[in-house]
């Protein structure tokens, strides 16, 4: 069965360095999303892309994020400068159209910021 | 703009059904999820009712969706210690562009 995959699976760096998550989404979807899930809390949205542009993001998705999809393949969530509070759990999700009902979820990154 | 909440704990005996209930606010959601995280792992998609429905069964799964009440439970029967797991209500939100998701409930099966 395909499957969203995300590397690495824990990524620890140290405050204000700059990290890249890399998320490969199922092959023949078109619409991905990366989310956030701090130690204990719900998830949280932060970014659908389609079509090479953003098309939602929240709050939470300020300067300094930053979303690509470089080669058609991979999709990543670029954190330029990192803060303590941004230690969270970072899923990648992708589907196939607006109309489908699953979102496929990565099996996530965890994020440390020392 | 969509809230979805959840109790935070469950505690059951392995071999009795599980319930969890959540409640949402956004009363135009087509359909309601139910995820599954392990733990460790990501998020399962465990099922998912549409709004014009008032149960759906899969299995040892049950759903129930009182919209009226904006009220989302999941019955697990017959409940395994491989159950164990945070079960999320969610829904999609607008365009479908995105999931929102309760607080998760964590179920604790004992054996």
């Known amino acids: 069965e395909p499957e969203v995959t995300q590397t690495p699976s824990h990524q620890v760096t140290q405050m204000g360095q700059e990290v890249i998550l890399r998320c490969v989404p199922i092959?023949?979807?078109?619409?991905f999303y990366w989310y956030r899930q701090i130690l204990g809390q719900k998830v949280e949205f932060l970014v659908s892309f389609y079509n090479n542009e953003i098309s939602e993001k929240s709050e939470i998705f300020d300067d300094q994020f930053s979303v690509e999809r470089p080669d058609g393949s991979n999709f990543t969530l670029k954190i330029r400068s990192t803060k303590l509070e941004d230690s969270a759990m970072y899923f990648c999700?992708?589907?196939?159209?607006?109309?489908?009902?699953?979102?496929?979820f990565g099996p996530g990154t965890r994020l440390t910021v020392t | 703009g969509e809230d979805v909440e959840q109790s935070l704990f469950l505690s059951v005996r392995e071999g009795d059904s599980s319930v969890i209930n959540c409640t949402y606010t956004d009363s135009s959601s087509t359909y309601l999820y139910w995820y599954k995280q392990e733990p460790g792992a990501g998020l399962q998609l465990l099922t998912y009712?549409?709004?014009?429905?008032d149960m759906k069964q899969d299995q040892r799964l049950t759903v129930l969706l009182n919209k009226k009440d904006k009220h989302l439970s999941l019955r697990i029967a017959d409940t395994q210690t491989g159950d164990s797991a945070i079960y999320f209500c969610a829904e999609p939100g607008g365009g479908y562009q995105k999931v929102t998701f309760g607080t998760g409930t964590k179920l604790q099966v004992i054996p």
């Open positions: 092959s023949n979807h078109l619409y």
């Open positions: 009712i549409f709004s014009n429905m």
């Open positions: 999700a992708s589907n196939m159209d607006r109309s489908s009902y699953e979102q496929y």
